[in-house]
């Protein structure tokens, strides 16, 4: 299935090629009042897109800074997540995602071994494994792509 680039819009200050964001939705209840809501909230959240273009268009806004937004187009990017390596990790394997739970707080990987920003106990296929992590504590983590 080919995946269609989308337009959205994002602050000024944020509108760079090659940024890659995770979309949360709303930001704000101001945002219900907002008459062009409809292209800011277009990408599905929880899902992280690149910025391939920005666009010259410019509208206004509630909530970010300089009160502007810039129109971009998007791309879809794979999600990855930190798994700790097994016998069920392989690719086409279906695994549930769970917090490790780490406390090395100055590891890079920290938000993503302990699933900060989504849901755990989510349930993933595993399209490719691409890389084994560096752990500072030992654990045998890879990273992952669903």
Known sequence: MIKLDKISLIGVELAKPGLVFTFRG???????ECRIKSVCFNLEP???????????????????????????????????YNVQNGKRLMEGSSIELRSMKCDYLTCPNIEKCNLLNMKANKKIVVKNIKSRLNCPKGYDMREVES
């Open 46 to 80: 929880g899902r992280s897109y690149k910025i391939k273009e920005v666009k010259e268009q410019v509208n206004p806004c509630f909530i970010y800074d300089k009160n502007k937004v810039s129109t971009i187009e998007v791309e879809e990017v794979p999600d990855t």
């Open 26 to 32: 709303a930001l704000s209840g101001k945002c219900d």
